[in-house]
Each structure stands twice: as structure tokens, then as C-alpha cells.
């Protein structure tokens, strides 16, 4: 796709987002509302665009409160907003509504997606938690939104079985990426001419460069099969609605690299470009360097609930302390310490950096859509060394290959992951490599079995046949922790992902358990 240089169009909302703060009132003396008539008051205030009664309505509203929203109105010169909430589900002190929102883009179209409004108590009344990913998700601050006419040939994909992806929910940014990429040159009809769409945009207001979220106006032309599977992607999104932030669930089949699902809350296109820490969740990598070290499962280990290791000192979750165990079991609980003093020292070093290669870090995956460089870093044999056995420190991953990582374990070895069918993958600047082997799959897999059945995944209610690993990766010093758990059960390898969930195992488990009973 080739964008023309036309300016994001100027204009503002006519009838609405004009308010200035004010008087609004929220809870009538000696009555207090709860987070259904909050939610309602606020869709009400919203569809009149009335920013004034909406700040009232939310806990310490930023300062730019108004000018966030009425930034994306005048980007994208937004006729009308139409807002359908669905039920509240509240939880103790805290509530979410899932809604739908549909903006008339500049005249070119309709603008449909899903987002949450998150509502909490504070000091005896319900106030909206308001952030700017209510706006879209994902978004973590101010933002720069165009309105971007593009040209692009005519294009169409579709589900694995012929049918229709939607549009609206979180495969948007991903089909309008491969549009941006596909070439429709050596089509079944030959070259055809590009048309002009529009492009929806945003970028941080800092900086940086514009994400592309949806393209209005593009024309219907050569059909293209995906391998998306509609029922996969139906249980992963429904999945992840359950979920307390922001996430990513990422399904792949293990004996062909094939995407059949990608639900994601992170904005744009969060599962295949952001990274993060993998915090346990790389143990998987560890384990693998052990083994390639001549280890086995039942080999004798430590796990002391501190150790230090290169003047490092690390600790396990919650105290957990095993004594005298083995790796199988030390994988299971999921022992930093065990992990940590393990892997100190030059030669080890190497072998972790090596098994840390086969299964994709240091490479950049092409599945045919946008993905980021994952990174294992350099870190010479001491205490970085250790952080980076335990998934911490510098090493970053997308969710997109930790679910390659799951996946590598079940099938044996590593295959590229891919959106598209093998023959139309080049033409969407995709690629692929032959499949490599990955150290020690066949003890892996029965670690990865221990940690459902006796380890940290037990009693989640997991369907019979699941292997998987835990992970809480923490982020910063004494911010919050991301929530990670991949695993595989058949011929479906997963990763989930909760930015600043907390616990892997008390977050990130329950979300796996209800993809996969979904399915």
C-alpha cells in the first residue's frame, strides 16, 4: 500500500465533544449509585458528548481529559459515535462494562470496535477507573489520530474455511496489515489497479510512527484464505473478555506453524510487536539448556527459597522452598533459585544463549503481518546471566513467540509461524524456514505435563491432557507484574498474556482454561 500524501482531513464534531468541565453531579446526597448507573450515566453522557458530565463521572480525571477525546474526533473528523454497553460484571470492589463502539469516519465509513470501561469504589462511591485505552485499547496516553488516503489493490481475506473474518473486533489491524502488504500482482486474475481507501491512524503523542488500525472504503477483489480458524478465534476472544487488563491470546497448531487465533486487547497489533518480559515463562528455554547439558528430568537439584548467584539475590515466588528435589519438579513450582544458580558461568552462558536460538529469540518471525525482533541479550556469566535464566532482566518477548515456543515443545521442533497459506505467504512479504529441532522436547513436554498436573497450574481447571508453564514476570522495581501461561494440549499451542495481571498462575491460568474448553 502506498499512501498519496494527503494530509489527515480537518474537522471537528459538530454536535458533540464540545463541553467544557463542569457541574455535573454523581452521587444525590444520600444516595449512592452503583456501577450500573455509573456505566449508564456515563454511555449517556458520552453519546450527547457531554465531556463535562463524563469527567464528573470518573475518579481524578486527567487534566487533558477532554482534549484526549476530542483529539481523536477532530484526527479523524468523527461525524457520530454510537456506543452499545453490554451487562456489568462486577467483582468486589471493582467492575467492567465490554462495549462496542461505532464512529462515522469522515463520511468514508463506519469504525466498529470493542473496548472496556473499567469501574472501581473508592471511598464508598462508584467512580469510572478511567484510562485511555477506554478510548481505544491499548492506548496509554495522549495520542496523534489521521485520517490517511491510501492506494491499495483489491484484496479479501478470509477464514481458513472460506468464511468471513470480521472486521470489528481484535483481527482488524491484522487484516488491514496483510492488506497493506499483500500483492496482488501475480493473482489468479492477473495485476490489478489500485483504489484509494482510508486509512484509520495513531501514534503516541511523544512520538514514533503512526499504527495503522483499520482501513475504510477498500475494495473487495481477489478472496485469500487465512489460517485463522473461526472457532479458535471465537473461544480466544471470548476467553480474554474475562480478563482484568489488557491481554493477548495467541494460538498456533504445532505441526504446521499455522495462526488459528488472535485475540488482543493490547492495541493494534500488541501480540505480534510489544515485548515484555517472559518471566517464567522462559524457564522453558532454561530447562531446555539444562538438558542440552546432559540433565534430565529426575536429576537432583536444589531449591532453597533464596539463593544467590553471581551476587544476585534471588528469591522464589511466595517463599516456596523444595530442598533436595528434581528438575522435573523444580519446573513444576517453578524454582527461580533453581533455575538461577543453575545457569551462572561462562560455559553455561553459551548454552543458554544457544537454546535461547533454537527456539526464536534473536529473530525476527514473518508471519506475513508486522512482528518485532524478540531479544535475548549478551549477558556475560554473571548476575545478568542469572535474571535472564528467570525470564527477567533484558530479555523480551512477544506473545506471538512464546506461543512458537509452546508450540516447538509439542511438535519437536521450531516452525515459522504464518497467517497466511504457504503459496500466498511471499506475496505478503512473509517467510518461513525449514523446521529446526529444539533441545530436549520429549523431557520438556513431561515437565511442562507436571507443572498442570502437579506444579503451579494445578487444580484451574485445565482440561485433561494440558502441559503448559506459568509465568509472573515482573516489570520494574516494585511495579506491577505481567501474567504470562503458554502451553499446548492436541495440536493447539498457546500463549497467554495479562499486561500488569499479577500472577501467572492466579490470572493468566484461569483465561488458558476457558480458551480451551471453549474450543
Not at 535461547?356 to 525476527?364: D, I, L, S, T
Request: with cysteine.
Amino acid at each position: 500500500m502506498r499512501a498519496r500524501g494527503v494530509a489527515g482531513l480537518a474537522g471537528t464534531l459538530a454536535v458533540v465533544l464540545t463541553g467544557g468541565l463542569g457541574a455535573a453531579h454523581v452521587v444525590r446526597e444520600g444516595r449512592e449509585k452503583g456501577p450500573e448507573q455509573v456505566a449508564r450515566d456515563y454511555f449517556a453522557a458520552w453519546r450527547r458528548g457531554a465531556l463535562d458530565e463524563m469527567a464528573e463521572l470518573v475518579a481524578r480525571p486527567p487534566a487533558d481529559f477532554a482534549d484526549q477525546h476530542r483529539a481523536m474526533v477532530r484526527g479523524l473528523t468523527v461525524y457520530s459515535v454510537a456506543l452499545e454497553p453490554g451487562p456489568v460484571t462486577r467483582q468486589g470492589d471493582t467492575a467492567r462494562v465490554e462495549f462496542t463502539a461505532d464512529r462515522n469516519v469522515g463520511g468514508h465509513g463506519s469504525w466498529r470496535f470493542r473496548s472496556t470501561l473499567r469501574l472501581d469504589r473508592r471511598s464508598g462511591r462508584w467512580r469510572v477507573a478511567w484510562t485511555p485505552d477506554a478510548l481505544y485499547p491499548g492506548l496509554k496516553g495522549p495520542a496523534e489520530w489521521r485520517l490517511w488516503q491510501v492506494q491499495v489493490r483489491p484484496v479479501t481475506f478470509t477464514a481458513r474455511d472460506g468464511g468471513t473474518l470480521s472486521g470489528d473486533g481484535p483481527l482488524a489491524p491484522y487484516l488491514t496489515d496483510l492488506t497493506d502488504r499483500y500483492d496482488t500482482a501475480d493473482g489468479e486474475d492477473g495485476e490489478s489497479g489500485p483504489a484509494t481507501a482510508w486509512a484509520v491512524e495513531v501514534r503516541d503523542k511523544s512520538g514514533g510512527e503512526f499504527r495503522r488500525l483499520k482501513l475504510l472504503g477498500a475494495p473487495r477483489g481477489e478472496k485469500v484464505r487465512t489460517t485463522i480458524d473461526p472457532d479458535v478465534q471465537a473461544a480466544a476472544e471470548k476467553a480474554l473478555r474475562g480478563a482484568p487488563g489488557d491481554g493477548a491470546v495467541v494460538a498456533l497448531r504445532p505441526s504446521t506453524g499455522e495462526i488459528l487465533g488472535i485475540a488482543d486487547t493490547l492495541g493494534g497489533q500488541g501480540a505480534f510487536v510489544n515485548l515484555y518480559p517472559p518471566g517464567s515463562t522462559f524457564k522453558v528455554v532454561s530447562a531446555a539448556a539444562l538438558l542440552g547439558r546432559g540433565m534430565g528430568g529426575g536429576s537432583a537439584v536444589d531449591c532453597p527459597a533464596r539463593a544467590v548467584a553471581a551476587q544476585r539475590t534471588i528469591t522464589n515466588h511466595e517463599g516456596t522452598s523444595l530442598g533436595r528435589t528434581t528438575l522435573r519438579r523444580a519446573f513444576a513450582e517453578s524454582c527461580n533459585t533453581t533455575f538461577a544458580t543453575l545457569t551462572v558461568g561462562r560455559s553455561r552462558a553459551a548454552g543458554l544463549a544457544s537454546a535461547a536460538g533454537a527456539f526464536g529469540f534473536g529473530e525476527r518471525l514473518w508471519p506475513g503481518a508486522a512482528s518485532a525482533y524478540s531479544d535475548f541479550p549478551e549477558t556475560g556469566e554473571g548476575a545478568e546471566l542469572a535474571e535472564s535464566a528467570i525470564g527477567q532482566g533484558r530479555v523480551q518477548a512477544t506473545p506471538l513467540l512464546m506461543a512458537t515456543v509452546a508450540a516447538a515443545v509439542a511438535d519437536g521442533s521450531r516452525r515459522s509461524p504464518r497467517l497466511l497459506e504457504a503459496r500466498s505467504l511471499r506475496r505478503a512479504d512473509g517467510r518461513t524456514a525449514p523446521p529446526r529441532p529444539v533441545p530436549g522436547a520429549a523431557a520438556l513436554r513431561d515437565m511442562m505435563r507436571a507443572v498442570v498436573t502437579e506444579g503451579t497450574a494445578a487444580r484451574a481447571g485445565l482440561p485433561a491432557g494440558t502441559a503448559g508453564k506459568t509465568g509472573t514476570a515482573e516489570v520494574g522495581d516494585g511495579g506491577d507484574s505481567h501474567a504470562w501461561f503458554i502451553g499446548f494440549r492436541g495440536d493447539v499451542a498457546f500463549a497467554v498474556f495479562v499486561a500488569g495481571g499479577g500472577s501467572g498462575p492466579k490470572v493468566a491460568v484461569p483465561v488458558a482454561a476457558r480458551f480451551l474448553r471453549g474450543l
